[in-house]
């Protein structure tokens, strides 16, 4: 799902438990990771709920692209997780690094109906997106 496909979405809906039932249906059709791939390696640090996020070498439209894949052990990080793929995945390092996530974020009001821990959790995600963004541009 495109992540304006996911703002208008959010637009729809007024309230905000049922934003967060959207939340939570995005993360159930997030594709589950395979086990061998819930490693302490792909693990993200700083966050609550165990959340694992990999990252892959790609080629889009001739370009390299970098193409992420996440999960975790909870419902509503699911869904946060698919929100920041939609933002991420698929996008060269360098339109990664432009890529403006809190402004997608204040647009849709999602940081200020976070707790504090999620909240963090959700800046670790984005902070190994750009880590493993940088870490490809330095090769």
Request: glycine share 6%.
């Amino acid at each position: 799902m495109s992540i304006q496909s996911i703002i208008d979405d959010f637009a729809f809906l007024d309230e905000w438990e049922d934003r967060y039932r959207y939340v939570i249906e995005l993360g159930r059709a997030l594709p589950e990771m395979p086990a061998e791939e819930r490693t302490e390696a792909t693990k993200v640090r700083g966050c609550a709920s165990q959340v694992w996020l990999v990252s892959e070498d790609a080629v889009n439209d001739g370009k390299a692209v970098i193409v992420f894949r996440g999960d975790s052990d909870a419902h509503i990080v699911r869904g946060l997780i698919a929100i920041v793929l939609s933002l991420y995945s698929g996008k060269t390092p360098e339109e990664i690094l432009k890529t403006d996530a809190e402004a997608v974020f204040a647009r849709i009001g999602l940081r200020e109906h976070l707790t504090a821990q999620r909240s963090n959790g959700l800046s670790a995600m984005l902070q190994r997106i750009q880590r493993d963004a940088e870490s490809r541009l330095a090769k």
